[in-house]
């Protein structure tokens, strides 16, 4: 099995697009990620693959707390921004992405190896509901609307 492979396969994988953010006093980072799932209903737990490289990781382990905001339709520059490809007057708004369909307030729970990545898993202590609509979707490496 090649790499490249692997990674076209994966692209072939259709994924909502969530803004993962922490923050301990003064500091707080928020970052794009696809690898995100519903984990269990009772306790209501996430998972998420979080990059061993993402600065995020040392401040979500030290703070013990984070969010999950699931992006809608229309919020790419917010996806981009936070992915690291910065776009001007794009910012957290009170722990998590305005504008959301929805928004995660979770206790760190668990971490786990995951080769080059960590497997962060959450417990859902709040969820915060937006109006409803279209998500983001990311599909075969670009972002997509549901059509
Ligand atoms: P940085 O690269 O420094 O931060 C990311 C960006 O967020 C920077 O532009 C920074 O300016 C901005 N930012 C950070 N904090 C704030 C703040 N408080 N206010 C305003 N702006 C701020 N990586 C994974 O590990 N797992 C995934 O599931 C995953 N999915 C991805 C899906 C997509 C569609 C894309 C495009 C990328 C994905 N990535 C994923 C890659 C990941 O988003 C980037 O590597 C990201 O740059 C890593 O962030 P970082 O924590 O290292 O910090």
């Known amino acids: 099995m090649t790499g490249e492979a692997f990674k076209e396969a994966l692209s ?28 269990s209903l009772d306790p209501p737990l996430v ?34 921004h936070f992915a690291g490809r910065t776009a001007p007057g794009v910012a957290l708004v009170e722990g998590r992405v305005e504008g959301a369909l929805a928004a995660l307030w979770c206790r760190l729970e668990a971490l786990h190896p995951g080769g080059d990545h960590r497997l962060v898993v959450g417990r859902v202590e709040r969820v915060e509901l937006f109006p409803p609509g279209p998500p983001l979707v990311y599909w075969a490496r670009g972002y997509r609307r549901l059509v």
């Open 12 to 39: 072939r994988f259709a994924a909502g697009v969530t803004v993962v953010a922490a923050r301990l006093g003064e500091e707080e980072r928020g970052m794009t990620a696809t690898a995100f799932m519903s984990l």
């Open 47 to 80: 998972a998420l693959g979080i990059s061993e490289k993402a600065k995020l990781l040392p401040l979500l382990e030290r703070s013990g707390a984070f969010t999950v905001s699931l992006l809608r339709e229309g919020q790419e520059r917010v996806a981009d």
